[in-house]
């Protein structure tokens, strides 16, 4: 998985709780991506970060957060869990040098009761 | 404009078959099209990708077919093994200088022995 981690790899909460989930990579990729992922809707960009300190909005992003504080991680933060968020998250880095690819960690299932 | 069209949903095919995914996109600013291979419980990895000046490319086995004109394309496995079971995701990128990729929604392909 490109030296890429994800935290927890599998969590249950209730709705209202917030969670955050935390990506952390080792390669100093300048770019980090979080992704839903939902059957039928293959997978949906949430946020993204350009940057320490610098992130915007995805497609998907109501109901999200993130920061960035240093470049090896990125955090995700629900502020208050729906049932609707319930889902398979995907953090993704890129910005190697010469090359187009963006490579993704295994993922946090994230249920939301 | 932001999105990519993939069919079909699902495919079976037998050991030593061609199965055919096909992606249709509208947006001519796009310059970037991956296609991933995404096993269960895993996270999507790179399987090959095309730029829109060249009309096909082959990695071993599969093969993209890109038809400019028509804004589609396409990903052939050659003699398809059961080890290729998996969910295929194409995706397009804008030439925006942020490598934000627009997913289709998977192709979920089943080879049989």
């Given at each position: 998985d490109a030296g890429i981690t994800q935290s927890p790899r599998h969590k249950v909460t209730e709705t209202g709780t917030p969670v955050t989930l935390r990506c952390h990579q080792t390669?100093?990729?300048r770019y980090m991506y979080w992704y839903r992922q939902d059957p039928g809707h293959g997978l949906r960009l949430i946020h993204y970060s350009y940057g320490v300190k610098d992130t915007d909005k995805g497609e998907?992003?109501?109901?999200y957060s993130v920061s960035r504080s240093k470049t090896e991680d990125f955090l995700l933060t629900l502020e208050s869990a729906t049932s609707s968020q319930t889902s398979v998250y995907f953090c993704a880095i890129s910005g190697r040098q010469g090359s187009d690819e963006q490579y993704f960690g295994p993922g946090t299932r994230l249920t939301v009761t | 404009q932001q999105q990519v069209k993939q069919s079909p949903q699902s495919l079976i095919v037998q050991k030593g078959g061609i199965p055919i995914i096909n992606c249709a996109y509208?947006?001519?600013?796009?310059d970037y099209f991956p296609w991933y291979q995404q096993f269960p419980g895993k996270g999507p990895a790179l399987l090959i990708a095309i730029r829109p000046d060249v009309s096909e490319k082959k990695e071993g086995r599969f093969t993209i077919s890109f038809n400019k004109s028509a804004k589609q394309f396409s990903l052939h496995i050659m003699?398809?093994?059961?080890?290729?079971?998996a969910t295929y995701f194409c995706a397009a990128r804008m030439?925006?200088?942020?490598?934000k990729l627009v997913f289709g929604t998977g192709t979920r392909l089943l080879v049989s022995p």
């Amino acid at each position: 998985d490109a030296g890429i981690t994800q935290s927890p790899r599998h969590k249950v909460t209730e709705t209202g709780t917030p969670v955050t989930l935390r990506c952390h990579q080792t390669e100093n990729h300048r770019y980090m991506y979080w992704y839903r992922q939902d059957p039928g809707h293959g997978l949906r960009l949430i946020h993204y970060s350009y940057g320490v300190k610098d992130t915007d909005k995805g497609e998907v992003s109501d109901g999200y957060s993130v920061s960035r504080s240093k470049t090896e991680d990125f955090l995700l933060t629900l502020e208050s869990a729906t049932s609707s968020q319930t889902s398979v998250y995907f953090c993704a880095i890129s910005g190697r040098q010469g090359s187009d690819e963006q490579y993704f960690g295994p993922g946090t299932r994230l249920t939301v009761t | 404009q932001q999105q990519v069209k993939q069919s079909p949903q699902s495919l079976i095919v037998q050991k030593g078959g061609i199965p055919i995914i096909n992606c249709a996109y509208e947006n001519t600013a796009f310059d970037y099209f991956p296609w991933y291979q995404q096993f269960p419980g895993k996270g999507p990895a790179l399987l090959i990708a095309i730029r829109p000046d060249v009309s096909e490319k082959k990695e071993g086995r599969f093969t993209i077919s890109f038809n400019k004109s028509a804004k589609q394309f396409s990903l052939h496995i050659m003699d398809s093994q059961p080890g290729d079971s998996a969910t295929y995701f194409c995706a397009a990128r804008m030439n925006t200088g942020f490598q934000k990729l627009v997913f289709g929604t998977g192709t979920r392909l089943l080879v049989s022995p």
